[in-house]
Nanobody, 121 residues
Framework: QLQLVESGGGLVQAGGSLRLSCAAS????????MGWYRQAPGKQRELVAT???????TYVHSVKGRFTISRDNAKNTVTLQMNSLTPEDTAVYYC???????????????WGQGTQVTVSS
C-alpha cells in the first residue's frame, strides 16, 4: 500500500525552527517531483517548495531564504527545514509526490495526511 507519512510538525515561537520530513513507501518505481504545500484556516492550499529528482528547487516567495527543501532519492524522503518562522507560517503542511508505481506507466500525484505547524507570536 502506497503512502506518504509526514512528521515533525508542532508548536514553536516566532523566530524558531522546525524540520518536516516525509517518507514515501510502497511499490514505488520512481518519484519525479516532491514538494510541500500548506493550507491555513480559511485559505486555499498553496505551494511552499518543490524539488525535482535532480535537486532543482522552487520556493514560494514568502519562504525564500528561510525554508530549505531537500530529498534523498534512495530513501524516497523529502525534508523541509523551516527557519525564522512567523505566525503567518501557521498551517497544515502536506507532502506531495509525483510518482509511478511498479506495473504502471503513468505518474500520479500522492498526498500525505498533513502535519500541523503552529507559530506563536
Amino acid at each position: 500500500q502506497l503512502q506518504l507519512v509526514e512528521s515533525g510538525g508542532g508548536l514553536v515561537q516566532a523566530g524558531g525552527s522546525l524540520r518536516l520530513s516525509c517518507a514515501a513507501s510502497g511499490s514505488i518505481l520512481s518519484i519525479n517531483v516532491m514538494g510541500w504545500y500548506r493550507q491555513a484556516p480559511g485559505k486555499q492550499r498553496e505551494l511552499v517548495a518543490t524539488i525535482t529528482r535532480g535537486s532543482r528547487t522552487t520556493y514560494v516567495h514568502s519562504v525564500k531564504g528561510r525554508f530549505t527543501i531537500s530529498r534523498d532519492n534512495a530513501k524516497n524522503t523529502v525534508t523541509l527545514q523551516m527557519n525564522s518562522l512567523t505566525p503567518e507560517d501557521t498551517a497544515v503542511y502536506y507532502c506531495n509526490a509525483d510518482l509511478v508505481q511498479y506495473g504502471s506507466i503513468r505518474f500520479t500525484d500522492y498526498w500525505g495526511q498533513g502535519t500541523q505547524v503552529t507559530v506563536s507570536s
